[in-house]
């Protein structure tokens, strides 16, 4: 196989230029959700969708990335991914009514899957030395774009419209597509669909115990994130908070998750035993939760904190040790599609619990009870991850 030519600096940039694409599309919607049901008339289950559908598609998805791996390589699958991002934010400059913005919200969920399912292997297989610290670099690019889209939804809205705020996010997507793919030109054709001669992951993982494990354990984490990037700023703007106020907090938090994140990939390498950092994170997060359980308006912005540092850590660390559990690229990437596929379809119906919790209820206070029973039965899972165990996805 002929080597891969990779500028390895221009190659991260180009990574973490195209993950802060991958969570606009979802974070703008918390902060204008209240504008967007005043002007649509959806119920809070319907809007509850704009997070849930690409966060399903996602899910269903990277649970065929075995099959879009024969199909496309790398830089073709991300490119397109990247494009339909692109896409679904443009229109919703004009598909303003809510079976629009839910096709919108579908489009969007199938460019960052195709992301999403490939780039993992193509981390592995690049920067297979610095995984750790690529992976936490392509996980803070992630939540930097959420932050920067929810401070500023409310912001945009108020000055040229809520659709405007909402198809803004495609600029940022076509200036990545041109840098993603200067980037990738040096891949040779052995890693075409044609020529590729990674073998294929058997259907083991539907068998084996870690790999549910490791689904879960990614989903249930994920699902405190969709929850607090959809429902955190309704919350409060239902507790009397202006939602330009709702969407700076919901900002600080994210921004939290990026400092977060940042820390996960500077200081990974010192924890070969995932376990401790692992239950730290997760400690951090039911503490959050039980502050907004307690005292919602007194503690938000401690509750912003913590929440923010769990979540930030907890998403690159359930890849991180995701992708430990396998030595060879090719499987490596079968494994997090699969563990990513089931776990952003777990994940998806969070947010949509949520809405149905507040249209029964009238509050999200129910929502977060449920989270915060998730987040113990993870930290309880995360110490069965030992490297001694690891092993066990091979059986």
């Known amino acids: 196989m002929t080597r891969v030519r990779l500028r390895p600096l221009f190659a991260?940039?180009?990574?973490?230029?195209?993950?802060?694409?991958?969570?606009?599309?979802?974070?703008?919607?918390?902060?204008l959700l209240d504008m967007i049901q005043a002007a649509t008339g959806a119920s809070n289950t319907q809007a509850s969708l704009l997070t849930t559908l690409p966060v399903f598609v996602m899910g269903i998805c990277a649970l065929a990335g075995g099959r879009l791996n024969k199909y496309l390589n790398e830089r073709t699958g991300i490119a397109l991914?990247?494009?339909?991002?692109?896409?679904?934010?443009?229109?919703?400059?004009?598909?303003?009514?809510?079976?629009?913005?839910l096709l919108t919200a579908v489009l969007a969920g199938v460019g960052i899957a195709l992301v999403q399912t490939l780039l993992p292997a193509f981390i592995k297989r690049n920067f297979a030395h610095d995984m750790g610290r690529v992976f936490g670099l392509y996980t803070t690019g992630i939540m930097a774009g959420a932050a920067v889209a929810a401070a500023s939804a409310a912001g945009v809205a108020g000055s040229f419209g809520w659709p405007a705020a909402l198809a803004f996010w495609s600029v940022p997507a076509?200036?990545?597509?041109?840098?993603?793919?200067?980037?990738a030109q040096d891949r040779t054709d052995a890693t075409s669909p044609r020529h590729r001669t990674a073998r294929i992951v058997p259907r083991r993982f539907w068998r084996n115990?870690?790999?549910?494990?490791?689904?879960?354990?990614?989903?249930?984490?994920?699902?405190?994130?969709?929850?607090?990037?959809?429902?955190?700023?309704?919350?409060y703007t239902s507790l009397g908070w202006e939602p330009s106020a709702a969407g700076f907090l919901l900002g600080g938090l994210t921004l939290a998750e990026v400092m977060a994140g940042l820390a996960v990939s500077a200081?990974?390498?010192?924890?070969?035993?995932?376990?401790?950092?692992?239950?730290?994170?997760?400690?951090?997060?039911?503490c959050g939760l039980a502050c907004l359980i307690l005292a919602p308006l007194k503690l938000a912005l401690l509750a912003c904190l913590l929440l923010g540092?769990?979540?930030?850590?907890?998403?690159?660390?359930?890849?991180?040790?995701?992708?430990?559990?396998?030595?060879?690229?090719?499987?490596?990437?079968?494994?997090?599609a699969f563990v990513q596929g089931g776990g952003y379809v777990i994940a998806s119906f969070m947010p949509l619990l949520a809405g149905v919790l507040r249209d029964r209820f009238s509050s999200l206070t129910e929502a977060w009870i449920v989270m915060l029973a998730g987040a113990v039965m993870l930290l309880a899972l995360a110490l069965r991850f030992s490297p001694a165990s690891y092993r066990r996805i091979d059986a």
């Open 174 to 183: 076509l200036l990545a597509l041109p840098l993603w793919l200067k980037a």
């Open 12 to 31: 991260i940039i180009a990574i973490v230029a195209v993950a802060l694409n991958l969570r606009p599309a979802l974070a703008a919607i918390g902060p």
């Open 267 to 286: 200081w990974i390498g010192r924890f070969p035993d995932r376990r401790k950092p692992l239950a730290a994170v997760l400690t951090i997060l039911i």
């Open 309 to 336: 540092i769990g979540i930030g850590a907890l998403f690159p660390l359930s890849l991180i040790v995701t992708m430990d559990h396998v030595d060879d690229p090719a499987q490596a990437g079968m494994l997090a």
């Open 81 to 101: 991914g990247v494009a339909l991002v692109a896409l679904a934010c443009a229109a919703r400059y004009v598909g303003t009514q809510t079976y629009g913005l």
């Open 209 to 235: 115990l870690r790999a549910w494990e490791l689904m879960m354990f990614f989903g249930i984490g994920t699902g405190a994130y969709t929850l607090v990037l959809a429902w955190l700023p309704p919350f």
